[in-house]
């Protein structure tokens, strides 16, 4: 079965300051891997995804993430952070064959200091 | 292109009672999944339709949860009779062909008292 683990239920970081979000998986075979960003009293938005290809992939608002195979990981990361990125980010995976429903980890809530 | 939209954004119903939730998904999107959060809980999968057809509902709670689709457009989730611990964050997502995008709609808040 797949399962993904995002450390850290919140993270803070000061504007300007470099965002890191941790992201873990397990899964039998590599699957496809998502962050989705859900800012206040909206839904789920897509920020970017991994499925085939380049593993470092550049998403909206400044954010990316790279596919690190050996370590099951897909970290989020921006330079810069922004008063507007407070939200909460979710990871998630899906298999590349079989069943296409995501599988989410439990959400890490970004608060931006000025 | 309008979104995924859902309705009502929010509802506040008593133990025991019946709730409704509306799904519309994005017009000519095949797929429709629905999701639910519980309070500081992850996001997880509750069933997937392709068109009228469910493709995999191994994420339904039980037998109080019934989703339909009929005519492959729109989508409900019935919670009949609803207890306590189906209090959440109902979310509805679409996606054209089944390795695509999911795109999810703003979610509906159901509190059960």
């Known amino acids: 079965a797949q399962s993904v683990t995002q450390l850290g239920s919140h993270v803070s970081v000061s504007e300007g300051a470099l965002v890191l979000l941790r992201c873990n998986y397990s899964s039998s075979v590599p699957p496809y891997l998502f962050w989705y960003v859900q800012y206040p009293n909206q839904g789920l938005q897509l920020l970017l995804k991994?499925?085939?290809?380049?593993?470092l992939v550049k998403g909206i608002n400044g954010f990316e993430a790279e596919f690190k195979k050996s370590e099951t990981s897909f970290h989020l990361t921006k330079p810069s952070a922004h008063m507007s990125d407070a939200a909460e980010y979710f990871c998630?995976?899906?298999?590349?064959?079989?069943?296409?429903?995501?599988?989410f980890g439990q959400g890490t809530r970004l608060t931006i200091n000025p | 292109e309008a979104g995924v939209t859902q309705f009502p954004s929010h509802s506040v119903i008593e133990k025991g009672q019946t709730v409704t939730l509306r799904c519309d998904p994005i017009s000519g999107h095949d797929n429709l999944y629905w999701y639910r959060r519980v309070m500081g809980k992850e996001i997880k999968f509750l069933l997937h339709f392709v068109k009228e057809s469910k493709q995999d509902e191994s994420g339904m709670p039980n037998n109080r949860f019934l989703a339909e689709r009929t005519g492959g457009t729109y989508s409900t989730l019935k919670v009949q009779p609803a207890e306590l611990e189906d209090s959440g964050v109902y979310f509805c997502a679409s996606s054209q062909d089944l390795r695509d995008t999911q795109y999810f709609g703003p979610g509906t808040r159901l509190t059960v008292l």
């Open positions: 991994y499925t085939t290809g380049a593993t």
């Open positions: 998630a995976v899906r298999r590349v064959q079989g069943a296409q429903k995501l599988v």
